[in-house]
């Protein structure tokens, strides 16, 4: 099924595509400085909890999804070292910035190549991957099950998804306060920032209207993965994800 990724309900799978594409491409250049000021640095603890579950060795060839500026991609090049990274976004405009990171030298000496790709359809051969990573990525995709079901489709045997994005705090008073800050405080810090107010009052809606982390669990499981554990961040704002692929 298709949705609009800010209501979680049925609607062409276009609509929620040139949407993310024309609110990504326009602010990409001040991503960065959103996500720290927004997260209050929280990102980086985020970051780092993701390496530390992801299950990645120094021969692995690594798929990053939703790559955007380059975040994930340059922490597993610096974290677990593999052999090459594919990074791949949606938005050529957010891959750009994330190239001008590389020639600086931020995957320290890693290969990394970088493509647009639209993870709803990959276009990388069967068993291909070792690891696919991915932060801040499915909330975003009109077809969720397609796209877990293609990153499934390029993992090799055994191999892992390891998926960072934003949840459901369990605690109710948590998830009032933070209900509160994604219609507020988010539209503001994006607006001052980017210039972009309505595209994080989208935003915002995106991840209110996101599975919480059972059911993005569920999804998973559902794309054929097993043994799917997560772990929370900041009291559940966000959650680290990870799936195997089946050996055989």
Sequence with gaps: MSIDTATGKEAPADVSSARVKEIFSAIAKKY????????FG?????????????????????????????????????AKRPAHIQCTDLVNEMLDVARMHY??????????????????????ADASYDAV??????????????????MFRVLKPGGSLVCLEFSTPPNRVWRALYGFYLKHLIPFWGGLITGDREGFVYLAHSIK?????QGLAAMMEKAGFKDVTWKNYTGGI???????????
């Design 32 to 39: 960065e400085r959103f996500n720290a000021v927004s997260s």
């Design 42 to 78: 929280a990102y980086k603890a985020w970051l780092a909890g993701m390496m530390r579950q992801a299950p990645i060795g120094p021969d692995a060839d690594v798929l990053d999804i939703a790559g955007g500026t380059g975040d994930v991609t340059f922490s597993v090049a610096r």
């Design 103 to 124: 020639a600086d030298g931020k995957a320290e000496g890693v290969p990394v190549d970088f493509e647009v790709v639209d993870a709803q359809d990959i276009p990388y």
């Design 133 to 150: 990573t991915m932060a801040y990525g499915i909330r975003n995709m009109p077809e969720r099950d397609r796209a877990l079901a293609e």
């Design 209 to 213: 209207a996101f599975p919480d982390q």
């Design 238 to 248: 966000a959650a680290v994800h990870v799936a195997r692929k089946p050996a055989r």
